[in-house]
């Protein structure tokens, strides 16, 4: 079973960036999608973004434009690169490996933006 482990997180203020990186304990193109979600207090678990063992992505509407998923295949590392960061993105962001109909996910890392 893959160990995802993420890092990054942390206290910014609105306009800001942060860098998520999520390190896998498995090659990660023996997954068929890598991504992030995230979950905000009192709220379900949500699709961030995205990307196929091809590179194609998938972002969500709120993330298309400022957020920016990448990976790196020889460090079994993905990226999620967070622009213009807004109170409400505030929340847990897990990374997320997908096999078929298997999810494996991280332990999260807190991102809290201020106004």
């Known amino acids: 079973q893959v160990q995802l482990v993420e890092s990054g997180g942390g206290l910014v203020h609105a306009g800001g960036s942060l860098s998520l990186s999520c390190v896998a304990s498995?090659?990660?193109?023996?997954?068929?999608?890598m991504g992030w979600y995230r979950e905000a207090p009192g709220k379900q678990r949500e699709l961030v973004a995205t990307?196929?063992?091809?590179?194609?992505?998938d972002y969500a509407d709120y993330a298309e434009g400022r957020f920016t998923i990448a990976r790196d295949g020889t460090q079994n590392t993905v990226y999620l690169q967070m622009n213009s960061l807004k109170p409400e993105d505030t929340a847990i962001y897990y990374c997320?490996?997908?096999?078929?109909?298997?999810?494996?996910w991280g332990q999260g890392t807190q991102v809290t933006v201020s106004s």
């Open positions: 990307m196929s063992v091809g590179g194609t992505t």
């Open positions: 997320n490996a997908r096999l078929l109909r298997r999810n494996f």
């Open positions: 498995d090659n990660i193109f023996n997954y068929n999608y």
